[in-house]
């Protein structure tokens, strides 16, 4: 069955950092792309950005280029998201998801959401 | 960036209605559209990929439609479990972008 699994709500400081996680299972992590979105409050979905474990290529949506770095560790099939310094506009629920690209381009699986609150 | 004008931005339905979901994008991206279904608390579910394609395991009430620039999500007789949140998403272009949300309430 595949799965992917996030790591857990964090609450944290405007200018702390933070790297939030996606483990995947039950399917051959280096060959599919994951994608992170995200939802704030109230708010509907936005892509981020994506990454292909086998290599790490990584691309960015203009928007997010700069603000995050996404990442990924092959040998434990683990996708990160990361900020260097939270802002209270950073607050949202983000996502992981898989991608498939057999017709068109779709997220076939998503992570169950971490929630991500930046308050002073 | 292609912009996903999606409408109704909500409604209210009874339990058997047909419901439709409608997504206009800014420029012509033949099938490239998918639909997704979210709840609070839940992850994302994916209902149709390539305007008209059920993803396996999604049940044969919902549908899709479309090509160009005008699609459809049709939920042909309303469940309770259907009540929730629904997405258009296009990946014709290189920068992927999702509508503004349809929430799908009870009546």
């Known amino acids: 069955e595949v799965q992917l699994v996030q790591s857990g709500a964090e609450v944290k400081k405007p200018g702390e950092s933070l790297k939030i996680s996606c483990k995947g299972s039950?399917?051959?992590?280096?060959?599919?792309?994951v994608a992170w979105v995200r939802q704030m409050p109230g708010k509907g979905l936005e892509w981020m950005g994506i990454?292909?474990?086998?290599?790490?290529?990584?691309r960015y949506s203009p928007s997010f280029q700069g603000q995050v770095t996404i990442s990924a560790d092959k040998s434990i099939t683990t996708a990160y998201l990361q900020w260097r310094s939270l802002k209270p506009s950073d607050t949202a629920i983000y996502y992981c998801?898989?991608?498939?690209?057999?017709?068109?381009?779709?997220?076939?699986?998503w992570g169950q959401g971490t929630l991500v609150t930046v308050s002073s | 960036d292609i912009q996903m004008t999606q409408s109704p931005s909500s409604l209210s339905a009874s339990v058997g209605d047909r419901v439709t979901i409608t997504c206009r994008t800014s420029q012509r991206i033949t099938t490239y559209v998918n639909w997704y279904q979210l709840k609070p608390g839940k992850a994302p579910k994916l209902l149709i990929y390539a305007a008209s394609n059920l993803q396996p395991g999604v049940p044969s009430r919902f549908s899709g439609r479309g090509s160009g620039t005008d699609f459809t999500l049709t939920i042909s007789s309303l469940q309770p479990e259907d009540f929730a949140t629904y997405y258009c998403q296009q990946t014709y272009s290189t920068l992927w972008t999702f509508g503004h949300g349809t929430k799908v309430e009870i009546k």
């Open positions: 039950g399917y051959t992590f280096n060959n599919y792309w």
């Open positions: 998801a898989r991608l498939e690209d057999i017709v068109g381009a779709y997220f076939d699986y």
């Open positions: 990454i292909y474990p086998a290599d790490s290529d990584t």
